[in-house]
């Protein structure tokens, strides 16, 4: 199975509608986060959103990994991208690039950068959809954990989970 690589926006979407655990389950020990992530995180958790501190809690029950950009390719990529993205995404696509990690984010700019560099994507509403097929969750409560996101501000591409 392959590795995945989180920007900030698509943890919190899973953190803040309590349900980090669908990423536990489809990707635990296969998930990362850079540090630049991390920090974003820690951000959220100091601007109030305490449900945020699940992501810390999924580093400190390792299944989801902190790590760190430690090749001249990778730090060489983020100093490009981050002329136009944020730290979290750049950081995020630099690894998935390096390391052939899938790269999960929501924002348009970042996942076009990313694919125009041959970078796998998924996004929320792939991982709602991916967790519904392999029956984790039923397309009922996808649907409703989708509604809890938007709630919390997620701008979704679609309005419902419907697949067969």
Known sequence: MPEIVFDNCVLSN???????????ELYANRSYITDFVAAENIKGILKGYKE???VKDAIRDKWL??????????KALFETLSVSLGFGEASSIAAAKARGFIFACDDKVARKEASLLGVRLTGTAGILIKAVRKRIIDREEANEILNRMITHGFYSPISSIDID
């Open 52 to 54: 945020l501190s699940r």
């Open 65 to 74: 990994k902190e790590i760190i950009l430690n090749t001249s390719e990778e």
């Open 14 to 24: 899973f953190a803040l509608s309590d349900s980090l655990d669908i990423i536990k």
